[in-house]
């Protein structure tokens, strides 16, 4: 039904509701899904087929006796296809505070909608269409009585959201993480391209440590004590993020250095003796 765990997610990602963002490969889930309204969190982990695995993945942290004092989502859930998940293990992920997410793939759907079409006419076939949900159980939704089916596990503190919408694929092997620390690192090489260089004050104001950089000789020295340029085996962030490295570009104006410290940073400097 899905070619793999990242179709799946994909499929599934592609059908939310409007009030819920999904933020890919983020605080340790294949999806981290967020609702508008009030900031509610799902964490969602995907598998082709519900097994205990994804349970373990699922509730990672909540039955360790320290779940408490990490950040953790409101709810927890498990994302298969329609028809991988057997009555005993649902059952188990339902003792778990898991919620297990079917998800109709497109054939599947169309094949349905097929047999509905000849044995009850094309009209039928139009109204199943408009009603029949792409996934089930529906999300937790303010007012509703979700509670029959969504264990709120009341994290002390929710997940902590990346800035912006990670631009990698949810549920791929070995996913690439648009972590904090990525997001400043991007700072640095957009102000490195429009600059020609960095400085020490561009670390202090983005807030990461600037060793890295040279072990990894992603930056160089130069004549000019204090000012860095580009490395011979430089980072080049904006293919691995090529969104989100636009984004944060974007919002230049709203993180630049500002005009006064840089001027002051720029001054000459005395001659080392």
Known sequence: MFESEAAL?????????????????????DILLVRGADGAQIGVEAKMTLNAKVLLQAVEGIYSGRGSEYPAPDFRAALVPSGAAGAELKTVASYLGVVVIAMTSEAEREAEEK????????????????????????????GHDWRRLWADHCPAERCKVPAYVPDVVAGASGPSQLSEWKIKAI???????????????DFKRVGIDRKR???MRWLAHTDDRGRYIAGRSALNLRAAHPVNYGQIEGDFEKWKPAEDELKAELKPRPALL
Request: glycine share 6%; proline share 7%; with cysteine.
């Open 9 to 29: 997610c994909a499929a599934f990602i592609a059908q939310l509701p409007k009030d819920w963002t999904a933020y890919p490969e983020t605080a340790g889930f």
């Open 115 to 142: 047999a509905f079409a000849e044995k009850f006419g094309v009209s039928y076939r139009r109204a199943h269409v408009n009603d029949k949900p792409w996934f089930t159980p529906e999300l937790p939704v303010i």
């Open 187 to 201: 700072k640095i090489c957009i102000i490195l391209e429009r600059r020609g260089f960095v400085t020490i004050g």
């Open 213 to 215: 950089w040279f072990d």
